[in-house]
C-alpha cells in the first residue's frame, strides 16, 4: 500500500503527466490503483491540495471517496510521529498541526504502508518545523520513496 504526499502529485500534474494536457495513463492508473486499496490519501493532503484552485484539485475532489483516508485514523499514531520531530515548542505544534507531513507518516505507521514524497532527505535538520517527511519514516522505520520509484516498483502493470 501506498501513501501520496501533496508534493508529489503536485510535481506530477506540473512537469510530468498534467492532467489538461492527458488525464489519462498516470492519472486513469492511480485511480485503478486507489479502486484497488493500493494507494490512499490523507485527508491532510486533501486539505493542502484542496486550498489550490486548479486541475489537480479539481480531478483529486471528484475521487475523493477512492482515496481518502479520514485524520481521525491517525491520531492513535501521531505522538510516535511528533516525538520523533525532537523538543517542539507549543509555536512548533501549531505549525506543525498546519502540515499535513504528520499525519501522512501516521498514517503510513498505521497502516504500515509506503510513503510516496518527493521531499529530500536532510538528516542534519535540528528544527522540527524544517524536518522532512524521509527523515521523519527513516527513524520510524517506515519505506519512503519518490513517485518515479514508486512507478518502477509498480513494474508492467504501469502503461504510461
Same mark, same amino acid.
Given at each position: $500500500?501506498?501513501?501520496?504526499?501533496?508534493?508529489?502529485?503536485?510535481?506530477?500534474?506540473?512537469? #510530468?503527466?498534467?492532467?489538461?494536457?492527458?488525464?489519462?495513463?498516470?492519472?486513469?492508473?492511480?485511480?485503478?490503483?486507489?479502486?484497488?486499496?493500493?494507494?490512499?490519501?490523507? /485527508?491532510?493532503?486533501?486539505?493542502?491540495?484542496?486550498?489550490? #484552485?486548479?486541475?489537480?484539485?479539481?480531478?483529486?475532489?471528484?475521487?475523493?471517496?477512492?482515496?481518502? %483516508?479520514?485524520?481521525?485514523?491517525?491520531?492513535?499514531?501521531?505522538?510516535?510521529?511528533?516525538?520523533?520531530?525532537?523538543?517542539?515548542?507549543? %509555536?512548533?505544534? /501549531?505549525?506543525?498541526?498546519?502540515?499535513?507531513?504528520?499525519?501522512?507518516?501516521?498514517?503510513? $505507521?498505521?497502516?504500515?504502508?509506503?510513503?510516496?514524497?518527493?521531499?529530500?532527505?536532510?538528516?542534519?535538520?535540528?528544527?522540527?518545523?524544517?524536518?522532512?517527511?524521509?527523515?521523519?519514516?527513516?527513524?520510524?522505520? %517506515?519505506?519512503? %520513496?519518490?513517485?518515479?520509484?514508486?512507478?518502477?516498483? $509498480?513494474?508492467?502493470?504501469?502503461?504510461?
Amino acid at each position: $500500500m501506498y501513501l501520496f504526499d501533496s508534493d508529489s502529485l503536485i510535481l506530477a500534474n506540473r512537469h #510530468d503527466f498534467p492532467i489538461n494536457r492527458d488525464p489519462g495513463t498516470f492519472w486513469e492508473f492511480l485511480e485503478e490503483k486507489g479502486n484497488q486499496g493500493q494507494i490512499l490519501i490523507p /485527508e491532510a493532503v486533501f486539505d493542502e491540495i484542496g486550498h489550490r #484552485d486548479d486541475d489537480l484539485s479539481t480531478w483529486l475532489s471528484a475521487r475523493r471517496q477512492i482515496f481518502i %483516508i479520514p485524520t481521525n485514523d491517525a491520531l492513535p499514531y501521531m505522538h510516535f510521529v511528533l516525538d520523533t520531530y525532537g523538543p517542539v515548542t507549543e %509555536i512548533d505544534l /501549531e505549525e506543525l498541526n498546519g502540515k499535513a507531513d504528520p499525519y501522512l507518516v501516521a498514517h503510513a $505507521m498505521a497502516l504500515g504502508a509506503s510513503v510516496i514524497t518527493n521531499e529530500a532527505s536532510h538528516p542534519g535538520t535540528t528544527n522540527p518545523c524544517n524536518k522532512h517527511i524521509p527523515d521523519i519514516c527513516s527513524c520510524l522505520n %517506515i519505506v519512503c %520513496i519518490h513517485y518515479p520509484r514508486f512507478l518502477w516498483e $509498480m513494474g508492467p502493470s504501469v502503461h504510461i
